[in-house]
């Protein structure tokens, strides 16, 4: 079991309002992503980070942003959540030499 | 265009047969492929991860196998049990970037019947 922990892992919003997921890990992994996963599709990468202070849009157009300050913690903020917004998001992390992501549990968001 | 595909989409078996289930990809350079087990509301766990040069590699009773001149890899899953029911995921990574790029599949749906 991965050391990797995700809060809330459930949270209903109304449209508007500002959210932050938290992310965090226990095994000093470097590298940490943000995933956004719709029912029955593909985990598309939404962002990444190399380390504190490193952090990079992925593959798909989100609007959400993120920080790395401290290597433990990756948090994506929604400034205001929208019903597009509606999705699963998952944060892994690896250490530099390894080849495997970790996954959390994930943060299941519903906007209304 | 680098892409993932499995097969089936999803899949009902009764506890205790077996299974297999197939992935395709397009993926280049290749890198390796790992197959991910995704229960319902959580995240992805790690079953497998295969290089270019390992073609069967096993994780108790599940088995995956890789083809990577007909870039096909297969997940085999031996007397299924009610906990095998799950979302399982193959993921490919390219040599194209640090990042380790992965591309992700849809996932095959397998449900197990008592």
């Known amino acids: 079991e991965a050391d990797i922990y995700q809060t809330p892992r459930y949270l209903v919003i109304g449209t508007g309002k500002k959210i932050t997921l938290e992310c965090s890990q226990t095994?000093?992994?470097?590298?940490m992503y943000w995933y956004q996963q719709d029912p029955g599709m593909e985990l598309h990468l939404i962002h990444y980070s190399y380390g504190v202070n490193s952090t990079e849009k992925g593959d798909l157009s989100s609007e959400s942003t993120v920080s790395r300050i401290r290597t433990e913690h990756f948090p994506l903020t929604l400034e205001s959540a929208r019903p597009s917004h509606t999705s699963q998001y998952l944060c892994a992390s690896r250490a530099g030499t390894q080849e495997t992501q970790y996954f959390g549990p994930g943060t299941r968001l519903l906007v209304l | 265009k680098n892409q993932v595909e499995q097969s089936p989409q999803s899949l009902i078996i009764l506890e205790g047969k077996n299974c297999t289930l197939q992935?395709?990809?397009?993926?280049?350079?290749?890198?390796?492929l790992r197959w991910y087990k995704q229960d319902t509301g959580r995240g992805p766990v790690s079953l497998t991860i295969?290089?270019?040069?390992?073609n069967t590699k096993s994780n108790g009773r599940y088995t995956a196998t890789l083809d990577a001149d007909t870039k096909q890899s297969s997940l085999h899953i031996t007397a299924s049990q009610l906990s095998d029911s799950a979302s399982y995921i193959c993921?490919?990574?390219?040599?194209?970037?640090?990042?380790?790029?992965?591309?992700f599949g849809r996932g095959t749906q397998l449900t197990v019947w008592p």
């Open positions: 992935c395709n990809y397009t993926v280049s350079p290749f890198s390796n």
């Open positions: 095994m000093g992994h470097d590298k």
């Open positions: 295969m290089t270019f040069s390992e």
């Open positions: 993921v490919v990574s390219d040599r194209g970037s640090t990042l380790g790029r992965l591309y």
